[in-house]
């Protein structure tokens, strides 16, 4: 399937690395412009010059400068996101709150800038990047658990919203992709397990899926594409493993 975006405006969080990226450029190559917001502004920058897009610099968590961002979008991909590993009685409580800023409370002011625009025009997309922890649990990942959670349910309440108004929202739910924020994450367990890194990911990351290989970040832009495409109006509310088996067992 080839989606047609041409005309329509995206914007994608997190977009100068990993997942954003190839969502970010998935979306161009059909016609869509793009704007890339990132922490990075070199990634940013980087990005949008490779798929002639507009690059964003943004810290999501900085909560009162997303006053108006995605305002004018008829797509919007909450990708951005971090990791911290630690057991819940040692987890620093301003990492957490962090967290929070970043995976939960930026999504939903982003997308309560973009529904107005949305309604107005009787067309939406939003795509929000979760996980398989968005629907299971892990030791030592109680922000990012939680903040995947609450992402589930708050896809789930705009998808109930916008239906009448032409807007979709989904959940996408990779498992362990191959991006820079796993990268650290492999290092991380391997420092609270004392075990080799290559370790990690064979015997901790890989346990729990049927296929034992890391995703790809372009895997999870080809879903995130169908989803942004005029043949997905019937699907919303949903969230979509992308987890090798995972949650199958």
């Known amino acids: 399937m080839t989606p047609d975006l ?6 994608v969080t997190g977009g100068g690395r ?6 970010a450029r998935r979306l161009a190559s059909q016609g869509a412009r793009v704007v890339v917001a990132d922490i990075d502004e070199e990634a940013a920058k980087a990005t949008a010059a ?3 897009g507009i690059p964003l610099v943004a810290d999501l968590a900085d909560l009162p400068s997303l006053q108006g961002l995605g305002s004018d979008v008829d797509i919007l991909v909450n990708n951005a996101g971090v990791q911290h590993v630690a057991p819940v009685h040692e987890f620093p409580p301003e990492t957490f709150a962090h967290i929070m800023r970043l995976m939960v409370e930026a999504p939903f002011r982003l997308v309560r800038n973009a529904l107005p625009g949305m309604y107005e025009r009787g067309w939406g997309r939003i795509v929000n990047i ?3 922890h968005g629907l299971r649990a892990s030791p030592y990942k109680a922000a990012y658990v939680t903040a995947k959670h609450a992402l589930e349910g708050l896809s789930k309440v705009i998808a109930l919203e916008g239906a009448p108004h032409g807007v979709t929202s989904n959940c996408v739910c990779p498992a362990y992709v191959r991006t820079p924020l796993v990268e650290d994450q492999i290092a991380d367990q391997a420092r609270v397990h004392g075990m ?8 901790i990351l890989l346990a ?3 296929v034992k290989r890391l995703i790809e970040p372009v895997d999870v832009a080809e879903l995130v594409a169908y989803l942004c495409a005029p043949q997905a109006a019937m699907m919303t509310g949903a969230s979509l493993s992308m987890d090798g088996g995972w949650t199958a067992q």
Request: proline share 3%.
């Open 6 to 11: 041409t005309g329509r405006r995206a914007l």
């Open 18 to 23: 990993g997942i954003g990226r190839a969502c």
């Open 50 to 52: 490779d798929i002639g």
């Open 130 to 132: 979760s996980s398989v």
């Open 196 to 203: 080799a890194p290559e370790s990690v990911t064979s015997e």
């Open 208 to 210: 729990r899926s049927a």
